[in-house]
């Protein structure tokens, strides 16, 4: 119930805050946050297959890839949801290496990554849509993919993407998790 302007608020009332101590008490330092309670995340999150890379406002790189579903080119054989699936969760691990949410860059990236931006080279054709069949429906599907993909060429800019597509498209084809140093061009 609202209170009338002229009346006044008791002292024990008011907000809590500096002006409103007493003459000579002081708010008390701020104690250090342990993440101790059963809910908490772990100082270190679990890493391994198919732990996923959490990182802020992630679902948000879905959005992103449904925008630019419109220019991937897919052969016959393939979904489209498929392809827009495997794409954000490419695009969303990419976002967590920075620590940030998805942009249009990661999409991009991603895009590029998997083929879907122009013609496909023939190899890429042939095992893209066995391995990403199901990836709008099945968890295991998308983390494959992008357990596939190391961080550290995640971190790359598109730029520097080209010279290292063929080896890590065909990680991608087989599955496998191999780390990428950028700074190796026979990479």
Request: avoid cysteine; hydrophobic fraction near 40%.
């Amino acid at each position: 119930m609202p209170t009338d302007p002229y009346v006044s608020t008791p002292r024990e009332e008011l907000p809590r805050q500096q002006q409103n101590f007493a003459t000579g008490v002081h708010m008390p330092a701020a104690r250090g946050w342990r993440a101790d309670r059963p809910g908490d995340s772990p100082a270190r999150r679990p890493t391994g297959a198919l732990v996923g890379s959490p990182g802020p406002s992630n679902g948000f790189a879905l959005t992103l890839a449904n925008r630019a579903r419109d220019r991937f080119r897919l052969d016959p054989s393939e979904h489209a949801e498929d392809a827009v699936a495997a794409v954000a969760e490419l695009a969303m691990k990419r976002a967590a290496t920075f620590g940030r949410a998805p942009t249009t860059l990661d999409v991009d990236f991603a895009v590029e990554l998997l083929g879907y931006a122009g013609p496909a080279p023939d190899e890429v054709r042939t095992w893209r849509p066995g391995v990403v069949r199901g990836a709008s429906h099945e968890y295991i599907v998308r983390r494959a993919i992008a357990d596939a993909v190391s961080p550290s060429l995640l971190r790359l800019s598109i730029t520097e993407l080209p010279e290292h597509l063929a080896r890590v498209r065909g990680q991608i084809a087989r599955g496998e998790a191999a780390e990428i140093s950028p700074a190796d061009p026979s990479a």
